[in-house]
C-alpha cells in the first residue's frame, strides 16, 4: 500500500543511534542518511549510496520482512506507526535506478564465472564488473532473477524490475548464457580451465523439501516451488489446501485465488504461521482462510487427512494440494564435481570467506544456507565478492 513518501521523510526522528539500521537491517543501510539526503533534494546521492551499500536495494525495498527489520525497529514504532522506511527506499532507488552512473574499473583482464542469476549471482557479477573483471552468467532459466523472478509473485515483485536490473547489467559489459546448466555437459573444472580465476556458485534452493507420508506423488499434489514458477499451467480447481506456514505458503495462497480458486486454506501444524505479520494480514485479507494445529497425514485423492490435537483423523475435501514447506539445493553441480564438500545440512560447505572445498570456486545464498532471505543473501555476497576479488588479485 502506497504511503506519502514526503510525510513519511519528514517523520524521521534522525536517531543519533539509529536501530532501524543497526539493529534491523541485515545489510546495515544507511536509513538516516538516505532520508536526510531524500528531504534535502540529494536524491540522486541517496540512490547512489543505496545501490553501493545493496545493490539490490530496489527489490529488497519491496521483499525484505520490513516488519522485523528497519520497520520494526524504528523508535516511532514503540508508540504508534512506524516510519515506512520500505517505501521511502524504494521510491528513491525505483526513481533513480536508470540514472545511477555505474562506471567499472579498467580492465584488469580477467575473467570470472557466475553460475546463477538470483539474489546472490546479481550481486556478485555487479561488484565484481564495477571491479574490473569480465564476467558470464551461466544461468539455467531463460531469463535472470532466480528466485525473484520463479518463485515470488508478480503482485509482490514486478518483473519488469528484474529486467532493467539485466539492462543494467549489460551495459556493465556483463554476458550471459541463458538456458545453460552447469553440472550437465560443462562442469566447473571446464570454466577454470577455459582460464576463468575464479567461480561462484549462487544456484539456489530448488528441490522442494517432501512432507514424506503416503499419496504425496498423486496428482492432485503439487510443490509452491514449481506452482510459483508458472501458477498459468495449473488447473488448481475451487478449493485448494495448502500445507505450510511461511511466506511461501501465503504467496501460493494470494496466487491460487487470483488465479480463480473460492476457497483457499492454509494448514498451519502449530499455534501460529511462521510468515511474516505482513504477509499474513495480506492473505487474510484476499480472503485465505487458516486451520490450526493440524498435522498432515496422508493425501488421498478426495483431498489430505490431518489429525488435530486430540489425536483424531479427518480427511478435508479438496481439488488440490499444495505443499509449501521449504526447499533445498539441487545437487546436479555436487553429483559432478565429487570434490565440492556438503555441510551437515546437505547444503554446500564454505570457509569464512565463502571458499568451497574446490580452490577458487566460492558459493553464497540459499545454496549453502537453504532458503533464507534475500537481503540475507546479499549481505553475505557482499563479502564474498570482495574475497573473491582478493584471492585473483593474489594469483596475479
Avoid at 111 to 116: E, L, M, P, Q, S
Avoid at 380 to 390: G, P
Wanted: net charge negative.
Amino acid at each position: 500500500m502506497s504511503v506519502h513518501v514526503i510525510d513519511e521523510a519528514n517523520r524521521c526522528l534522525q536517531c543519533p543511534n539509529p536501530r532501524c539500521r543497526e539493529n534491523g537491517c541485515p545489510i546495515h543501510t544507511n536509513i538516516p542518511e538516505m532520508i536526510r539526503l531524500f528531504k534535502e533534494n540529494r536524491m540522486m546521492e541517496a540512490a547512489e549510496m543505496l545501490f553501493e551499500n545493496n545493490p539490490l536495494s530496489m527489490i529488497c525495498s519491496l521483499v525484505c520482512n520490513h516488519g522485523n527489520q528497519c520497520e520494526g525497529n524504528c523508535v516511532r514504532g514503540i508508540k504508534g506507526e512506524p516510519i515506512h522506511i520500505s517505501s521511502i527506499e524504494n521510491y528513491i532507488s525505483d526513481s533513480c535506478f536508470e540514472r545511477l552512473d555505474l562506471t567499472p574499473a579498467p580492465s584488469n583482464g580477467m575473467k570470472a564465472a557466475v553460475i546463477g542469476a538470483g539474489p546472490a549471482g546479481i550481486t556478485i557479477a555487479i561488484i565484481l564488473a564495477l571491479k574490473g573483471y569480465s564476467i558470464t552468467v551461466f544461468e539455467t532459466h531463460d531469463k535472470i532473477g532466480g528466485i525473484l523472478r520463479y518463485g515470488i509473485p508478480e503482485f509482490r515483485l514486478p518483473k519488469s524490475i528484474l529486467d532493467r536490473y539485466y539492462k543494467k547489467m549489460r551495459e556493465l559489459g556483463i554476458k550471459f548464457r541463458p538456458n545453460f546448466s552447469i553440472g550437465g555437459s560443462t562442469g566447473i573444472r571446464d570454466l577454470l580451465e577455459d582460464g576463468y580465476k575464479s567461480v561462484f556458485i549462487g544456484t539456489g534452493a530448488w528441490r522442494p523439501r517432501k512432507l514424506g507420508v503416503p499419496g504425496e506423488t498423486f496428482g492432485n499434489v503439487f510443490y509452491a516451488i514449481n506452482y510459483l514458477n508458472n501458477p498459468d499451467v495449473y488447473e488448481l480447481g475451487d478449493r485448494v489446501v495448502i500445507i505450510g506456514a511461511g511466506n511461501a505458503a501465503m504467496d501460493v495462497a494470494r496466487t491460487a485465488i487470483r488465479h480463480g480458486s473460492r476457497e483457499v486454506v492454509v494448514y498451519v501444524r502449530g499455534e501460529e504461521v511462521s510468515a511474516s505479520p505482513e504477509e499474513f494480514e495480506y492473505a487474510k485479507v484476499d480472503g485465505v482462510k487458516f486451520e490450526y494445529k493440524k498435522a498432515i497425514v496422508r493425501i488421498e485423492d478426495e483431498g489430505p487427512v490431518f489429525r488435530d490435537a486430540e489425536g483424531k483423523e479427518n480427511l478435508v475435501p479438496a481439488d488440490s494440494v499444495i505443499v509449501a514447506i521449504s526447499q533445498v539445493p539441487q545437487d546436479r553441480i555436487v553429483t559432478r564435481e565429487k570434490n565440492l564438500k556438503l555441510n551437515e545440512n546437505g547444503n554446500l560447505a564454505t570457509d569464512s570467506h565463502g571458499e568451497t572445498s574446490l580452490p577458487g570456486v566460492f558459493a553464497s545464498g540459499d545454496v549453502v544456507t537453504g532458503a533464507k532471505t534475500v537481503v540475507a543473501a546479499v549481505a553475505v555476497s557482499k563479502q564474498i565478492a570482495e574475497d573473491m576479488d582478493r584471492y585473483m588479485k593474489e594469483l596475479n
